[in-house]
């Protein structure tokens, strides 16, 4: 069970204090909207935090609690800002960030990798995107507690910010024409953008990046689940450092 607050007095005192990581706020449909509902409603898009209309049958693991309709899921991390990580001094070092990850055990199994793997950060968005709940903490093995997680309102402007510091992109898409060996990785700081399976890379994104990369395949089946897929890369990329 991820870590909740519960109930319209609660979550509005949490949005206030802003002490506490919110994940997102669940809304039941079957509530009626009150004074105490609207300014739920209106903290949430001030502070950036994702709310959502749910069915009734989405609060049935919440049963015992008198949540009134209205649950915060809660990090079990504070998030890193990206602007405090870029003030960092970084040396051939890496980032990953992930566009529209939906799966927990997913970002969980990325993040252990990312650690072993020595990558400096992890970016995520606050939207259309899994963010850590407690699911991604045990997958992770107590990774999560080695790496920052840093997350942003929008990938577009983060990668923008990253170019802007001297960091070099590099994006997967299936249809690239170079391979992901291809790249040279170990003389700059580079960030490498993992999409969903379904979705991959956003087209936005790749715009933005300098180089596009492909795992080539020997059978024309399913793509590699993402965890597995940036095991691939990342692991070149140690390769490469290692080699030099």
Not at 150 to 178: E, F, G, M, P, R
Request: overall charge neutral.
């Amino acid at each position: 069970m991820d870590d909740i607050i519960f109930g319209k007095n609660a979550v509005t005192e949490a949005l206030i204090a802003g002490d506490r990581e919110i994940n997102k706020i669940l809304i039941s449909k079957n509530i009626h909207s009150d004074a105490k509902l609207n300014k739920i409603k209106d903290l949430a898009r001030e502070n950036g935090i994702v709310f959502q209309f749910v069915a009734k049958e989405k609060f049935l693991p919440y049963a015992e609690y008198n949540h009134q309709g209205v649950i915060a899921q809660i990090s079990p991390i504070q998030y890193k800002d990206l602007d405090d990580f870029l003030e960092e001094e970084h040396q051939n070092a890496s980032v990953v960030i992930l566009d529209g990850i939906e799966d927990s055990h997913n970002l969980g199994a990325i993040i252990r990798t990312s650690v072993c793997a020595g990558v400096a950060g992890i970016i995520i968005p606050s939207r259309r995107n899994v963010q850590v709940n407690a699911i991604v903490e045990k997958t992770s093995a107590g990774a999560i507690n080695h790496i920052p997680i840093i997350k942003v309102n929008s990938l577009v402007n983060a990668v923008q910010k990253l170019k802007n510091s001297d960091w070099w992109v590099v994006a997967t898409d299936a249809s690239a024409k170079d391979n992901y060996y291809d790249v040279k990785y170990n003389d700059m700081n580079f960030a490498l953008i993992m999409g969903a399976e379904h979705a991959g890379v956003s087209k936005s994104l790749l715009k933005l990046s300098d180089f596009i990369v492909k795992i080539p395949m020997l059978k024309n089946f399913n793509s590699l689940n993402v965890s597995n897929a940036l095991s691939a890369i990342i692991f070149e990329t140690v390769r490469q450092k290692l080699k030099n």
